[in-house]
């Protein structure tokens, strides 16, 4: 099993940056495949991005450059660096896991989730 926490959210500016982290505490981080995702209160949490445990990404259409998946192994951590943040960004962000290989940007391919941090972007 997996534990993951998410940290980094906050209040920003349009325009703006954040980057989030993902802590994974458990075994083996290097074996799962981890993904981001979003959910806007009363909408499907919907998929950003995934990184499988080779190291390869794939991201959701909407994303159009702004946002970039990345994980340290070493430090059992995954990352969406976000970049020029836009008020429609205002969502509950999550990281998700599975072990073994996948680039599902579906959420029920994930069995491990974090708790989520919020991201608000102001105008």
């Known amino acids: 099993q997996v534990q993951l926490v998410e940290s980094g959210g906050g209040s920003v500016q349009a325009g703006g940056s954040l980057r989030l982290s993902c802590t994974a505490s458990g075994s083996d981080f290097r074996s799962y495949s981890l993904g981001w995702f979003r959910q806007v209160p009363g909408q499907e949490r919907v998929a950003i991005a995934t990184i499988d445990h080779y190291g390869g990404t794939r991201y959701a259409d909407f994303v159009n450059g702004r946002f970039t998946i990345s994980r340290d192994n070493a430090k059992n951590t995954l990352y969406l660096q976000i970049n020029n943040l836009k008020p429609e960004d205002t969502a509950m962000y999550y990281c998700?896991?599975?072990?073994?290989?996948?680039?599902?940007?579906?959420?029920?391919?994930?069995?491990?989730w974090g708790q989520g941090c919020q991201v608000t972007v102001s105008s």
């Open positions: 998700a896991a599975v072990r073994g290989w996948s680039n599902a940007l579906v959420q029920g391919n994930y069995h491990y």
